[in-house]
């Protein structure tokens, strides 16, 4: 079993910065393929980034590619989100999500634990 935790989320103005945070339990976190997702009101979840147990491959969605990075550091167990460059439709509850043996990295049904979502809100 893990548990996931985020933190980081708040108000920021457009063309700021946040670094959001994502702390597991349990000790096979080294190998789980860890993500973030992200859901507005009334919209569906959807998927930010992710990355690979070693660190080596990071995956990020179109609209935020250029903006946005994923890291990993296996011995805090904590995934990294860092938000640069933010705008108005980044506004959401940021979701982190762990699974092993993720295939595709970019669905919500590939990832087996959730943390229960950090907001994130961006005034214009």
């Known amino acids: 079993q893990v548990q996931l935790v985020e933190s980081g989320g708040g108000l920021v103005q457009a063309g700021g910065s946040l670094r959001l945070s994502c702390t597991a339990s349990?000790?096979?976190?080294?190998?789980?393929?860890m993500g973030w997702f992200r859901q507005a009101p009334g919209k569906e979840r959807e998927f930010v980034a992710a990355i690979r147990w070693s660190g080596a491959s990071t995956y990020l969605a179109g609209s935020v590619k250029g903006r946005f990075t994923i890291s990993r550091d296996n011995a805090k167990n904590t995934v990294y989100l860092q938000m640069n460059s933010l705008k108005p439709e980044d506004t959401a509850v940021y979701y982190c999500a762990a699974g092993p043996r993720i295939v595709v990295v970019t669905t919500t049904s590939s990832y087996d634990y959730w943390g229960q979502g950090t907001q994130v809100t961006v005034s214009s």
């Open positions: 349990g000790r096979t976190f080294s190998i789980y393929t």
